[in-house]
């Protein structure tokens, strides 16, 4: 942890005291809006959470939790996964959109966790990052709520937004984003914050039309973008 300490220094410049105050304000805000914050897709475990995260790039979550029930009954483990029919797996995700990659995928993850790792899903970053379909945002997802390691900020469509509406970054290159939220955010924090900016970001921060006449968060929010 301590090389990732200095990247990320050497990344983002030094947030001032305002911000650093304004962070530890609006986390606690979040808190007590949403305090039971947690991961979207439903997952029995570290196998089907790697799975789901993949299948919600470019979708709902709601849209994915009604497609792995089926999906996991017939393919429940990464050998039964990596075995099936390509074109059996593509029918059972087709309503995810980009079935043939993420078929594709899901394969290739599956197929790596039973030769690389005994069929367990590994639970470091560097190992997840060498899964097939597998990015930092996927690999950040698994490590906090499968295995309670908080090695990042998940970064997704509704972090990014909300961290540049509320004054907490000024970069759009999800990278950067998540640089920046772990300097002003403890490491204990990171795995809930995602979950707390994602549930407001569906709640009131909405991306065409933010309720800001309704946010709790209005009053020591810059709305960077917003307009009236």
């Known amino acids: 942890m301590k090389a990732t300490s200095k990247r990320k220094t050497a990344a983002s410049p030094k947030p001032n005291t305002d911000t650093r105050k304004r962070a530890a304000w609006l986390y606690r805000q979040l808190r007590k809006l949403y305090p039971d914050a947690h991961c979207a897709l439903d997952h029995r475990d570290a196998y089907q959470l790697l799975i789901a995260t993949i299948l919600s790039a470019q979708c709902t979550d709601v849209r994915v939790n009604m497609v792995t029930p089926s999906l996991f009954k017939k393919y429940p483990t990464p050998t039964k996964m990596a075995q099936a029919p390509r074109d059996k797996i593509e029918k059972e995700i087709h309503s995810t959109g980009f079935y043939r990659n993420k078929a594709k995928s899901i394969q290739g993850a599956s197929a790596r966790i039973v030769q690389q790792h005994k069929g367990k899903v ?36 509704h972090i990014s937004r909300l961290s540049q509406r509320l004054g907490l970054t000024e970069h759009t290159d999800p990278k950067k984003i998540e640089q920046d939220l772990m300097t002003l955010f403890p490491q204990r924090n990171w795995t809930l914050l995602a979950h707390l900016l994602i549930h407001h970001g569906r709640a009131v921060c909405a991306a065409r039309r933010p309720r800001c006449e309704d946010c709790t968060l209005a009053k020591r ?7 009236d």
């Not at 929010?221 to 307009?227: A, F, H, N, S, W």
């Open 122 to 157: 590994p639970h470091t970053m560097q190992d997840l990052l060498e899964l097939p379909g597998v990015a930092r945002k996927t690999a950040n997802v698994v490590l906090g709520n499968a295995f309670g390691k908080n090695e990042g900020v998940v970064v997704d469509t």
């Open 221 to 227: 929010c810059p709305k960077v973008g917003v307009t």
